[in-house]
């Protein structure tokens, strides 16, 4: 994640054109090949916090929305990722 890390001009804050996404989104929701929402990361959610915290901007992550409105924590519950709502919350 480290090496990727470094080609998003704006780190996490960096969002997906199609929807407006976070990385704090897509490791609070999960993927898979062709499956969304299959449970979460919480090392990789409490890493990117972690990481982001250092400037003080982990809040703004955990408080950015998509393009339709929908927040971290409203993807972490639609994939069921109890232990990543705790956290965020």
């Known amino acids: 994640v480290r090496v990727l ?3 998003f001009e704006d780190g996490f804050n960096t969002r997906a054109e199609r929807d407006g996404a976070t990385p704090l989104h897509w490791a609070a929701v999960g993927v898979g090949p062709k499956e969304f929402g299959i449970g979460g990361s919480y090392e990789l959610c409490e890493w990117i916090l ?9 809040y ?3 408080n950015a929305v998509t393009k339709d409105g929908n927040s971290v924590l ?13 956290l965020l919350v």
């Open 74 to 86: 409203m993807w972490a519950c639609w994939a069921k990722s109890l232990d990543i709502v705790k």
């Open 5 to 7: 890390l470094d080609l």
């Open 60 to 62: 703004d992550l955990v």
């Open 50 to 58: 972690d990481w982001d915290n250092d400037d003080g901007r982990g």
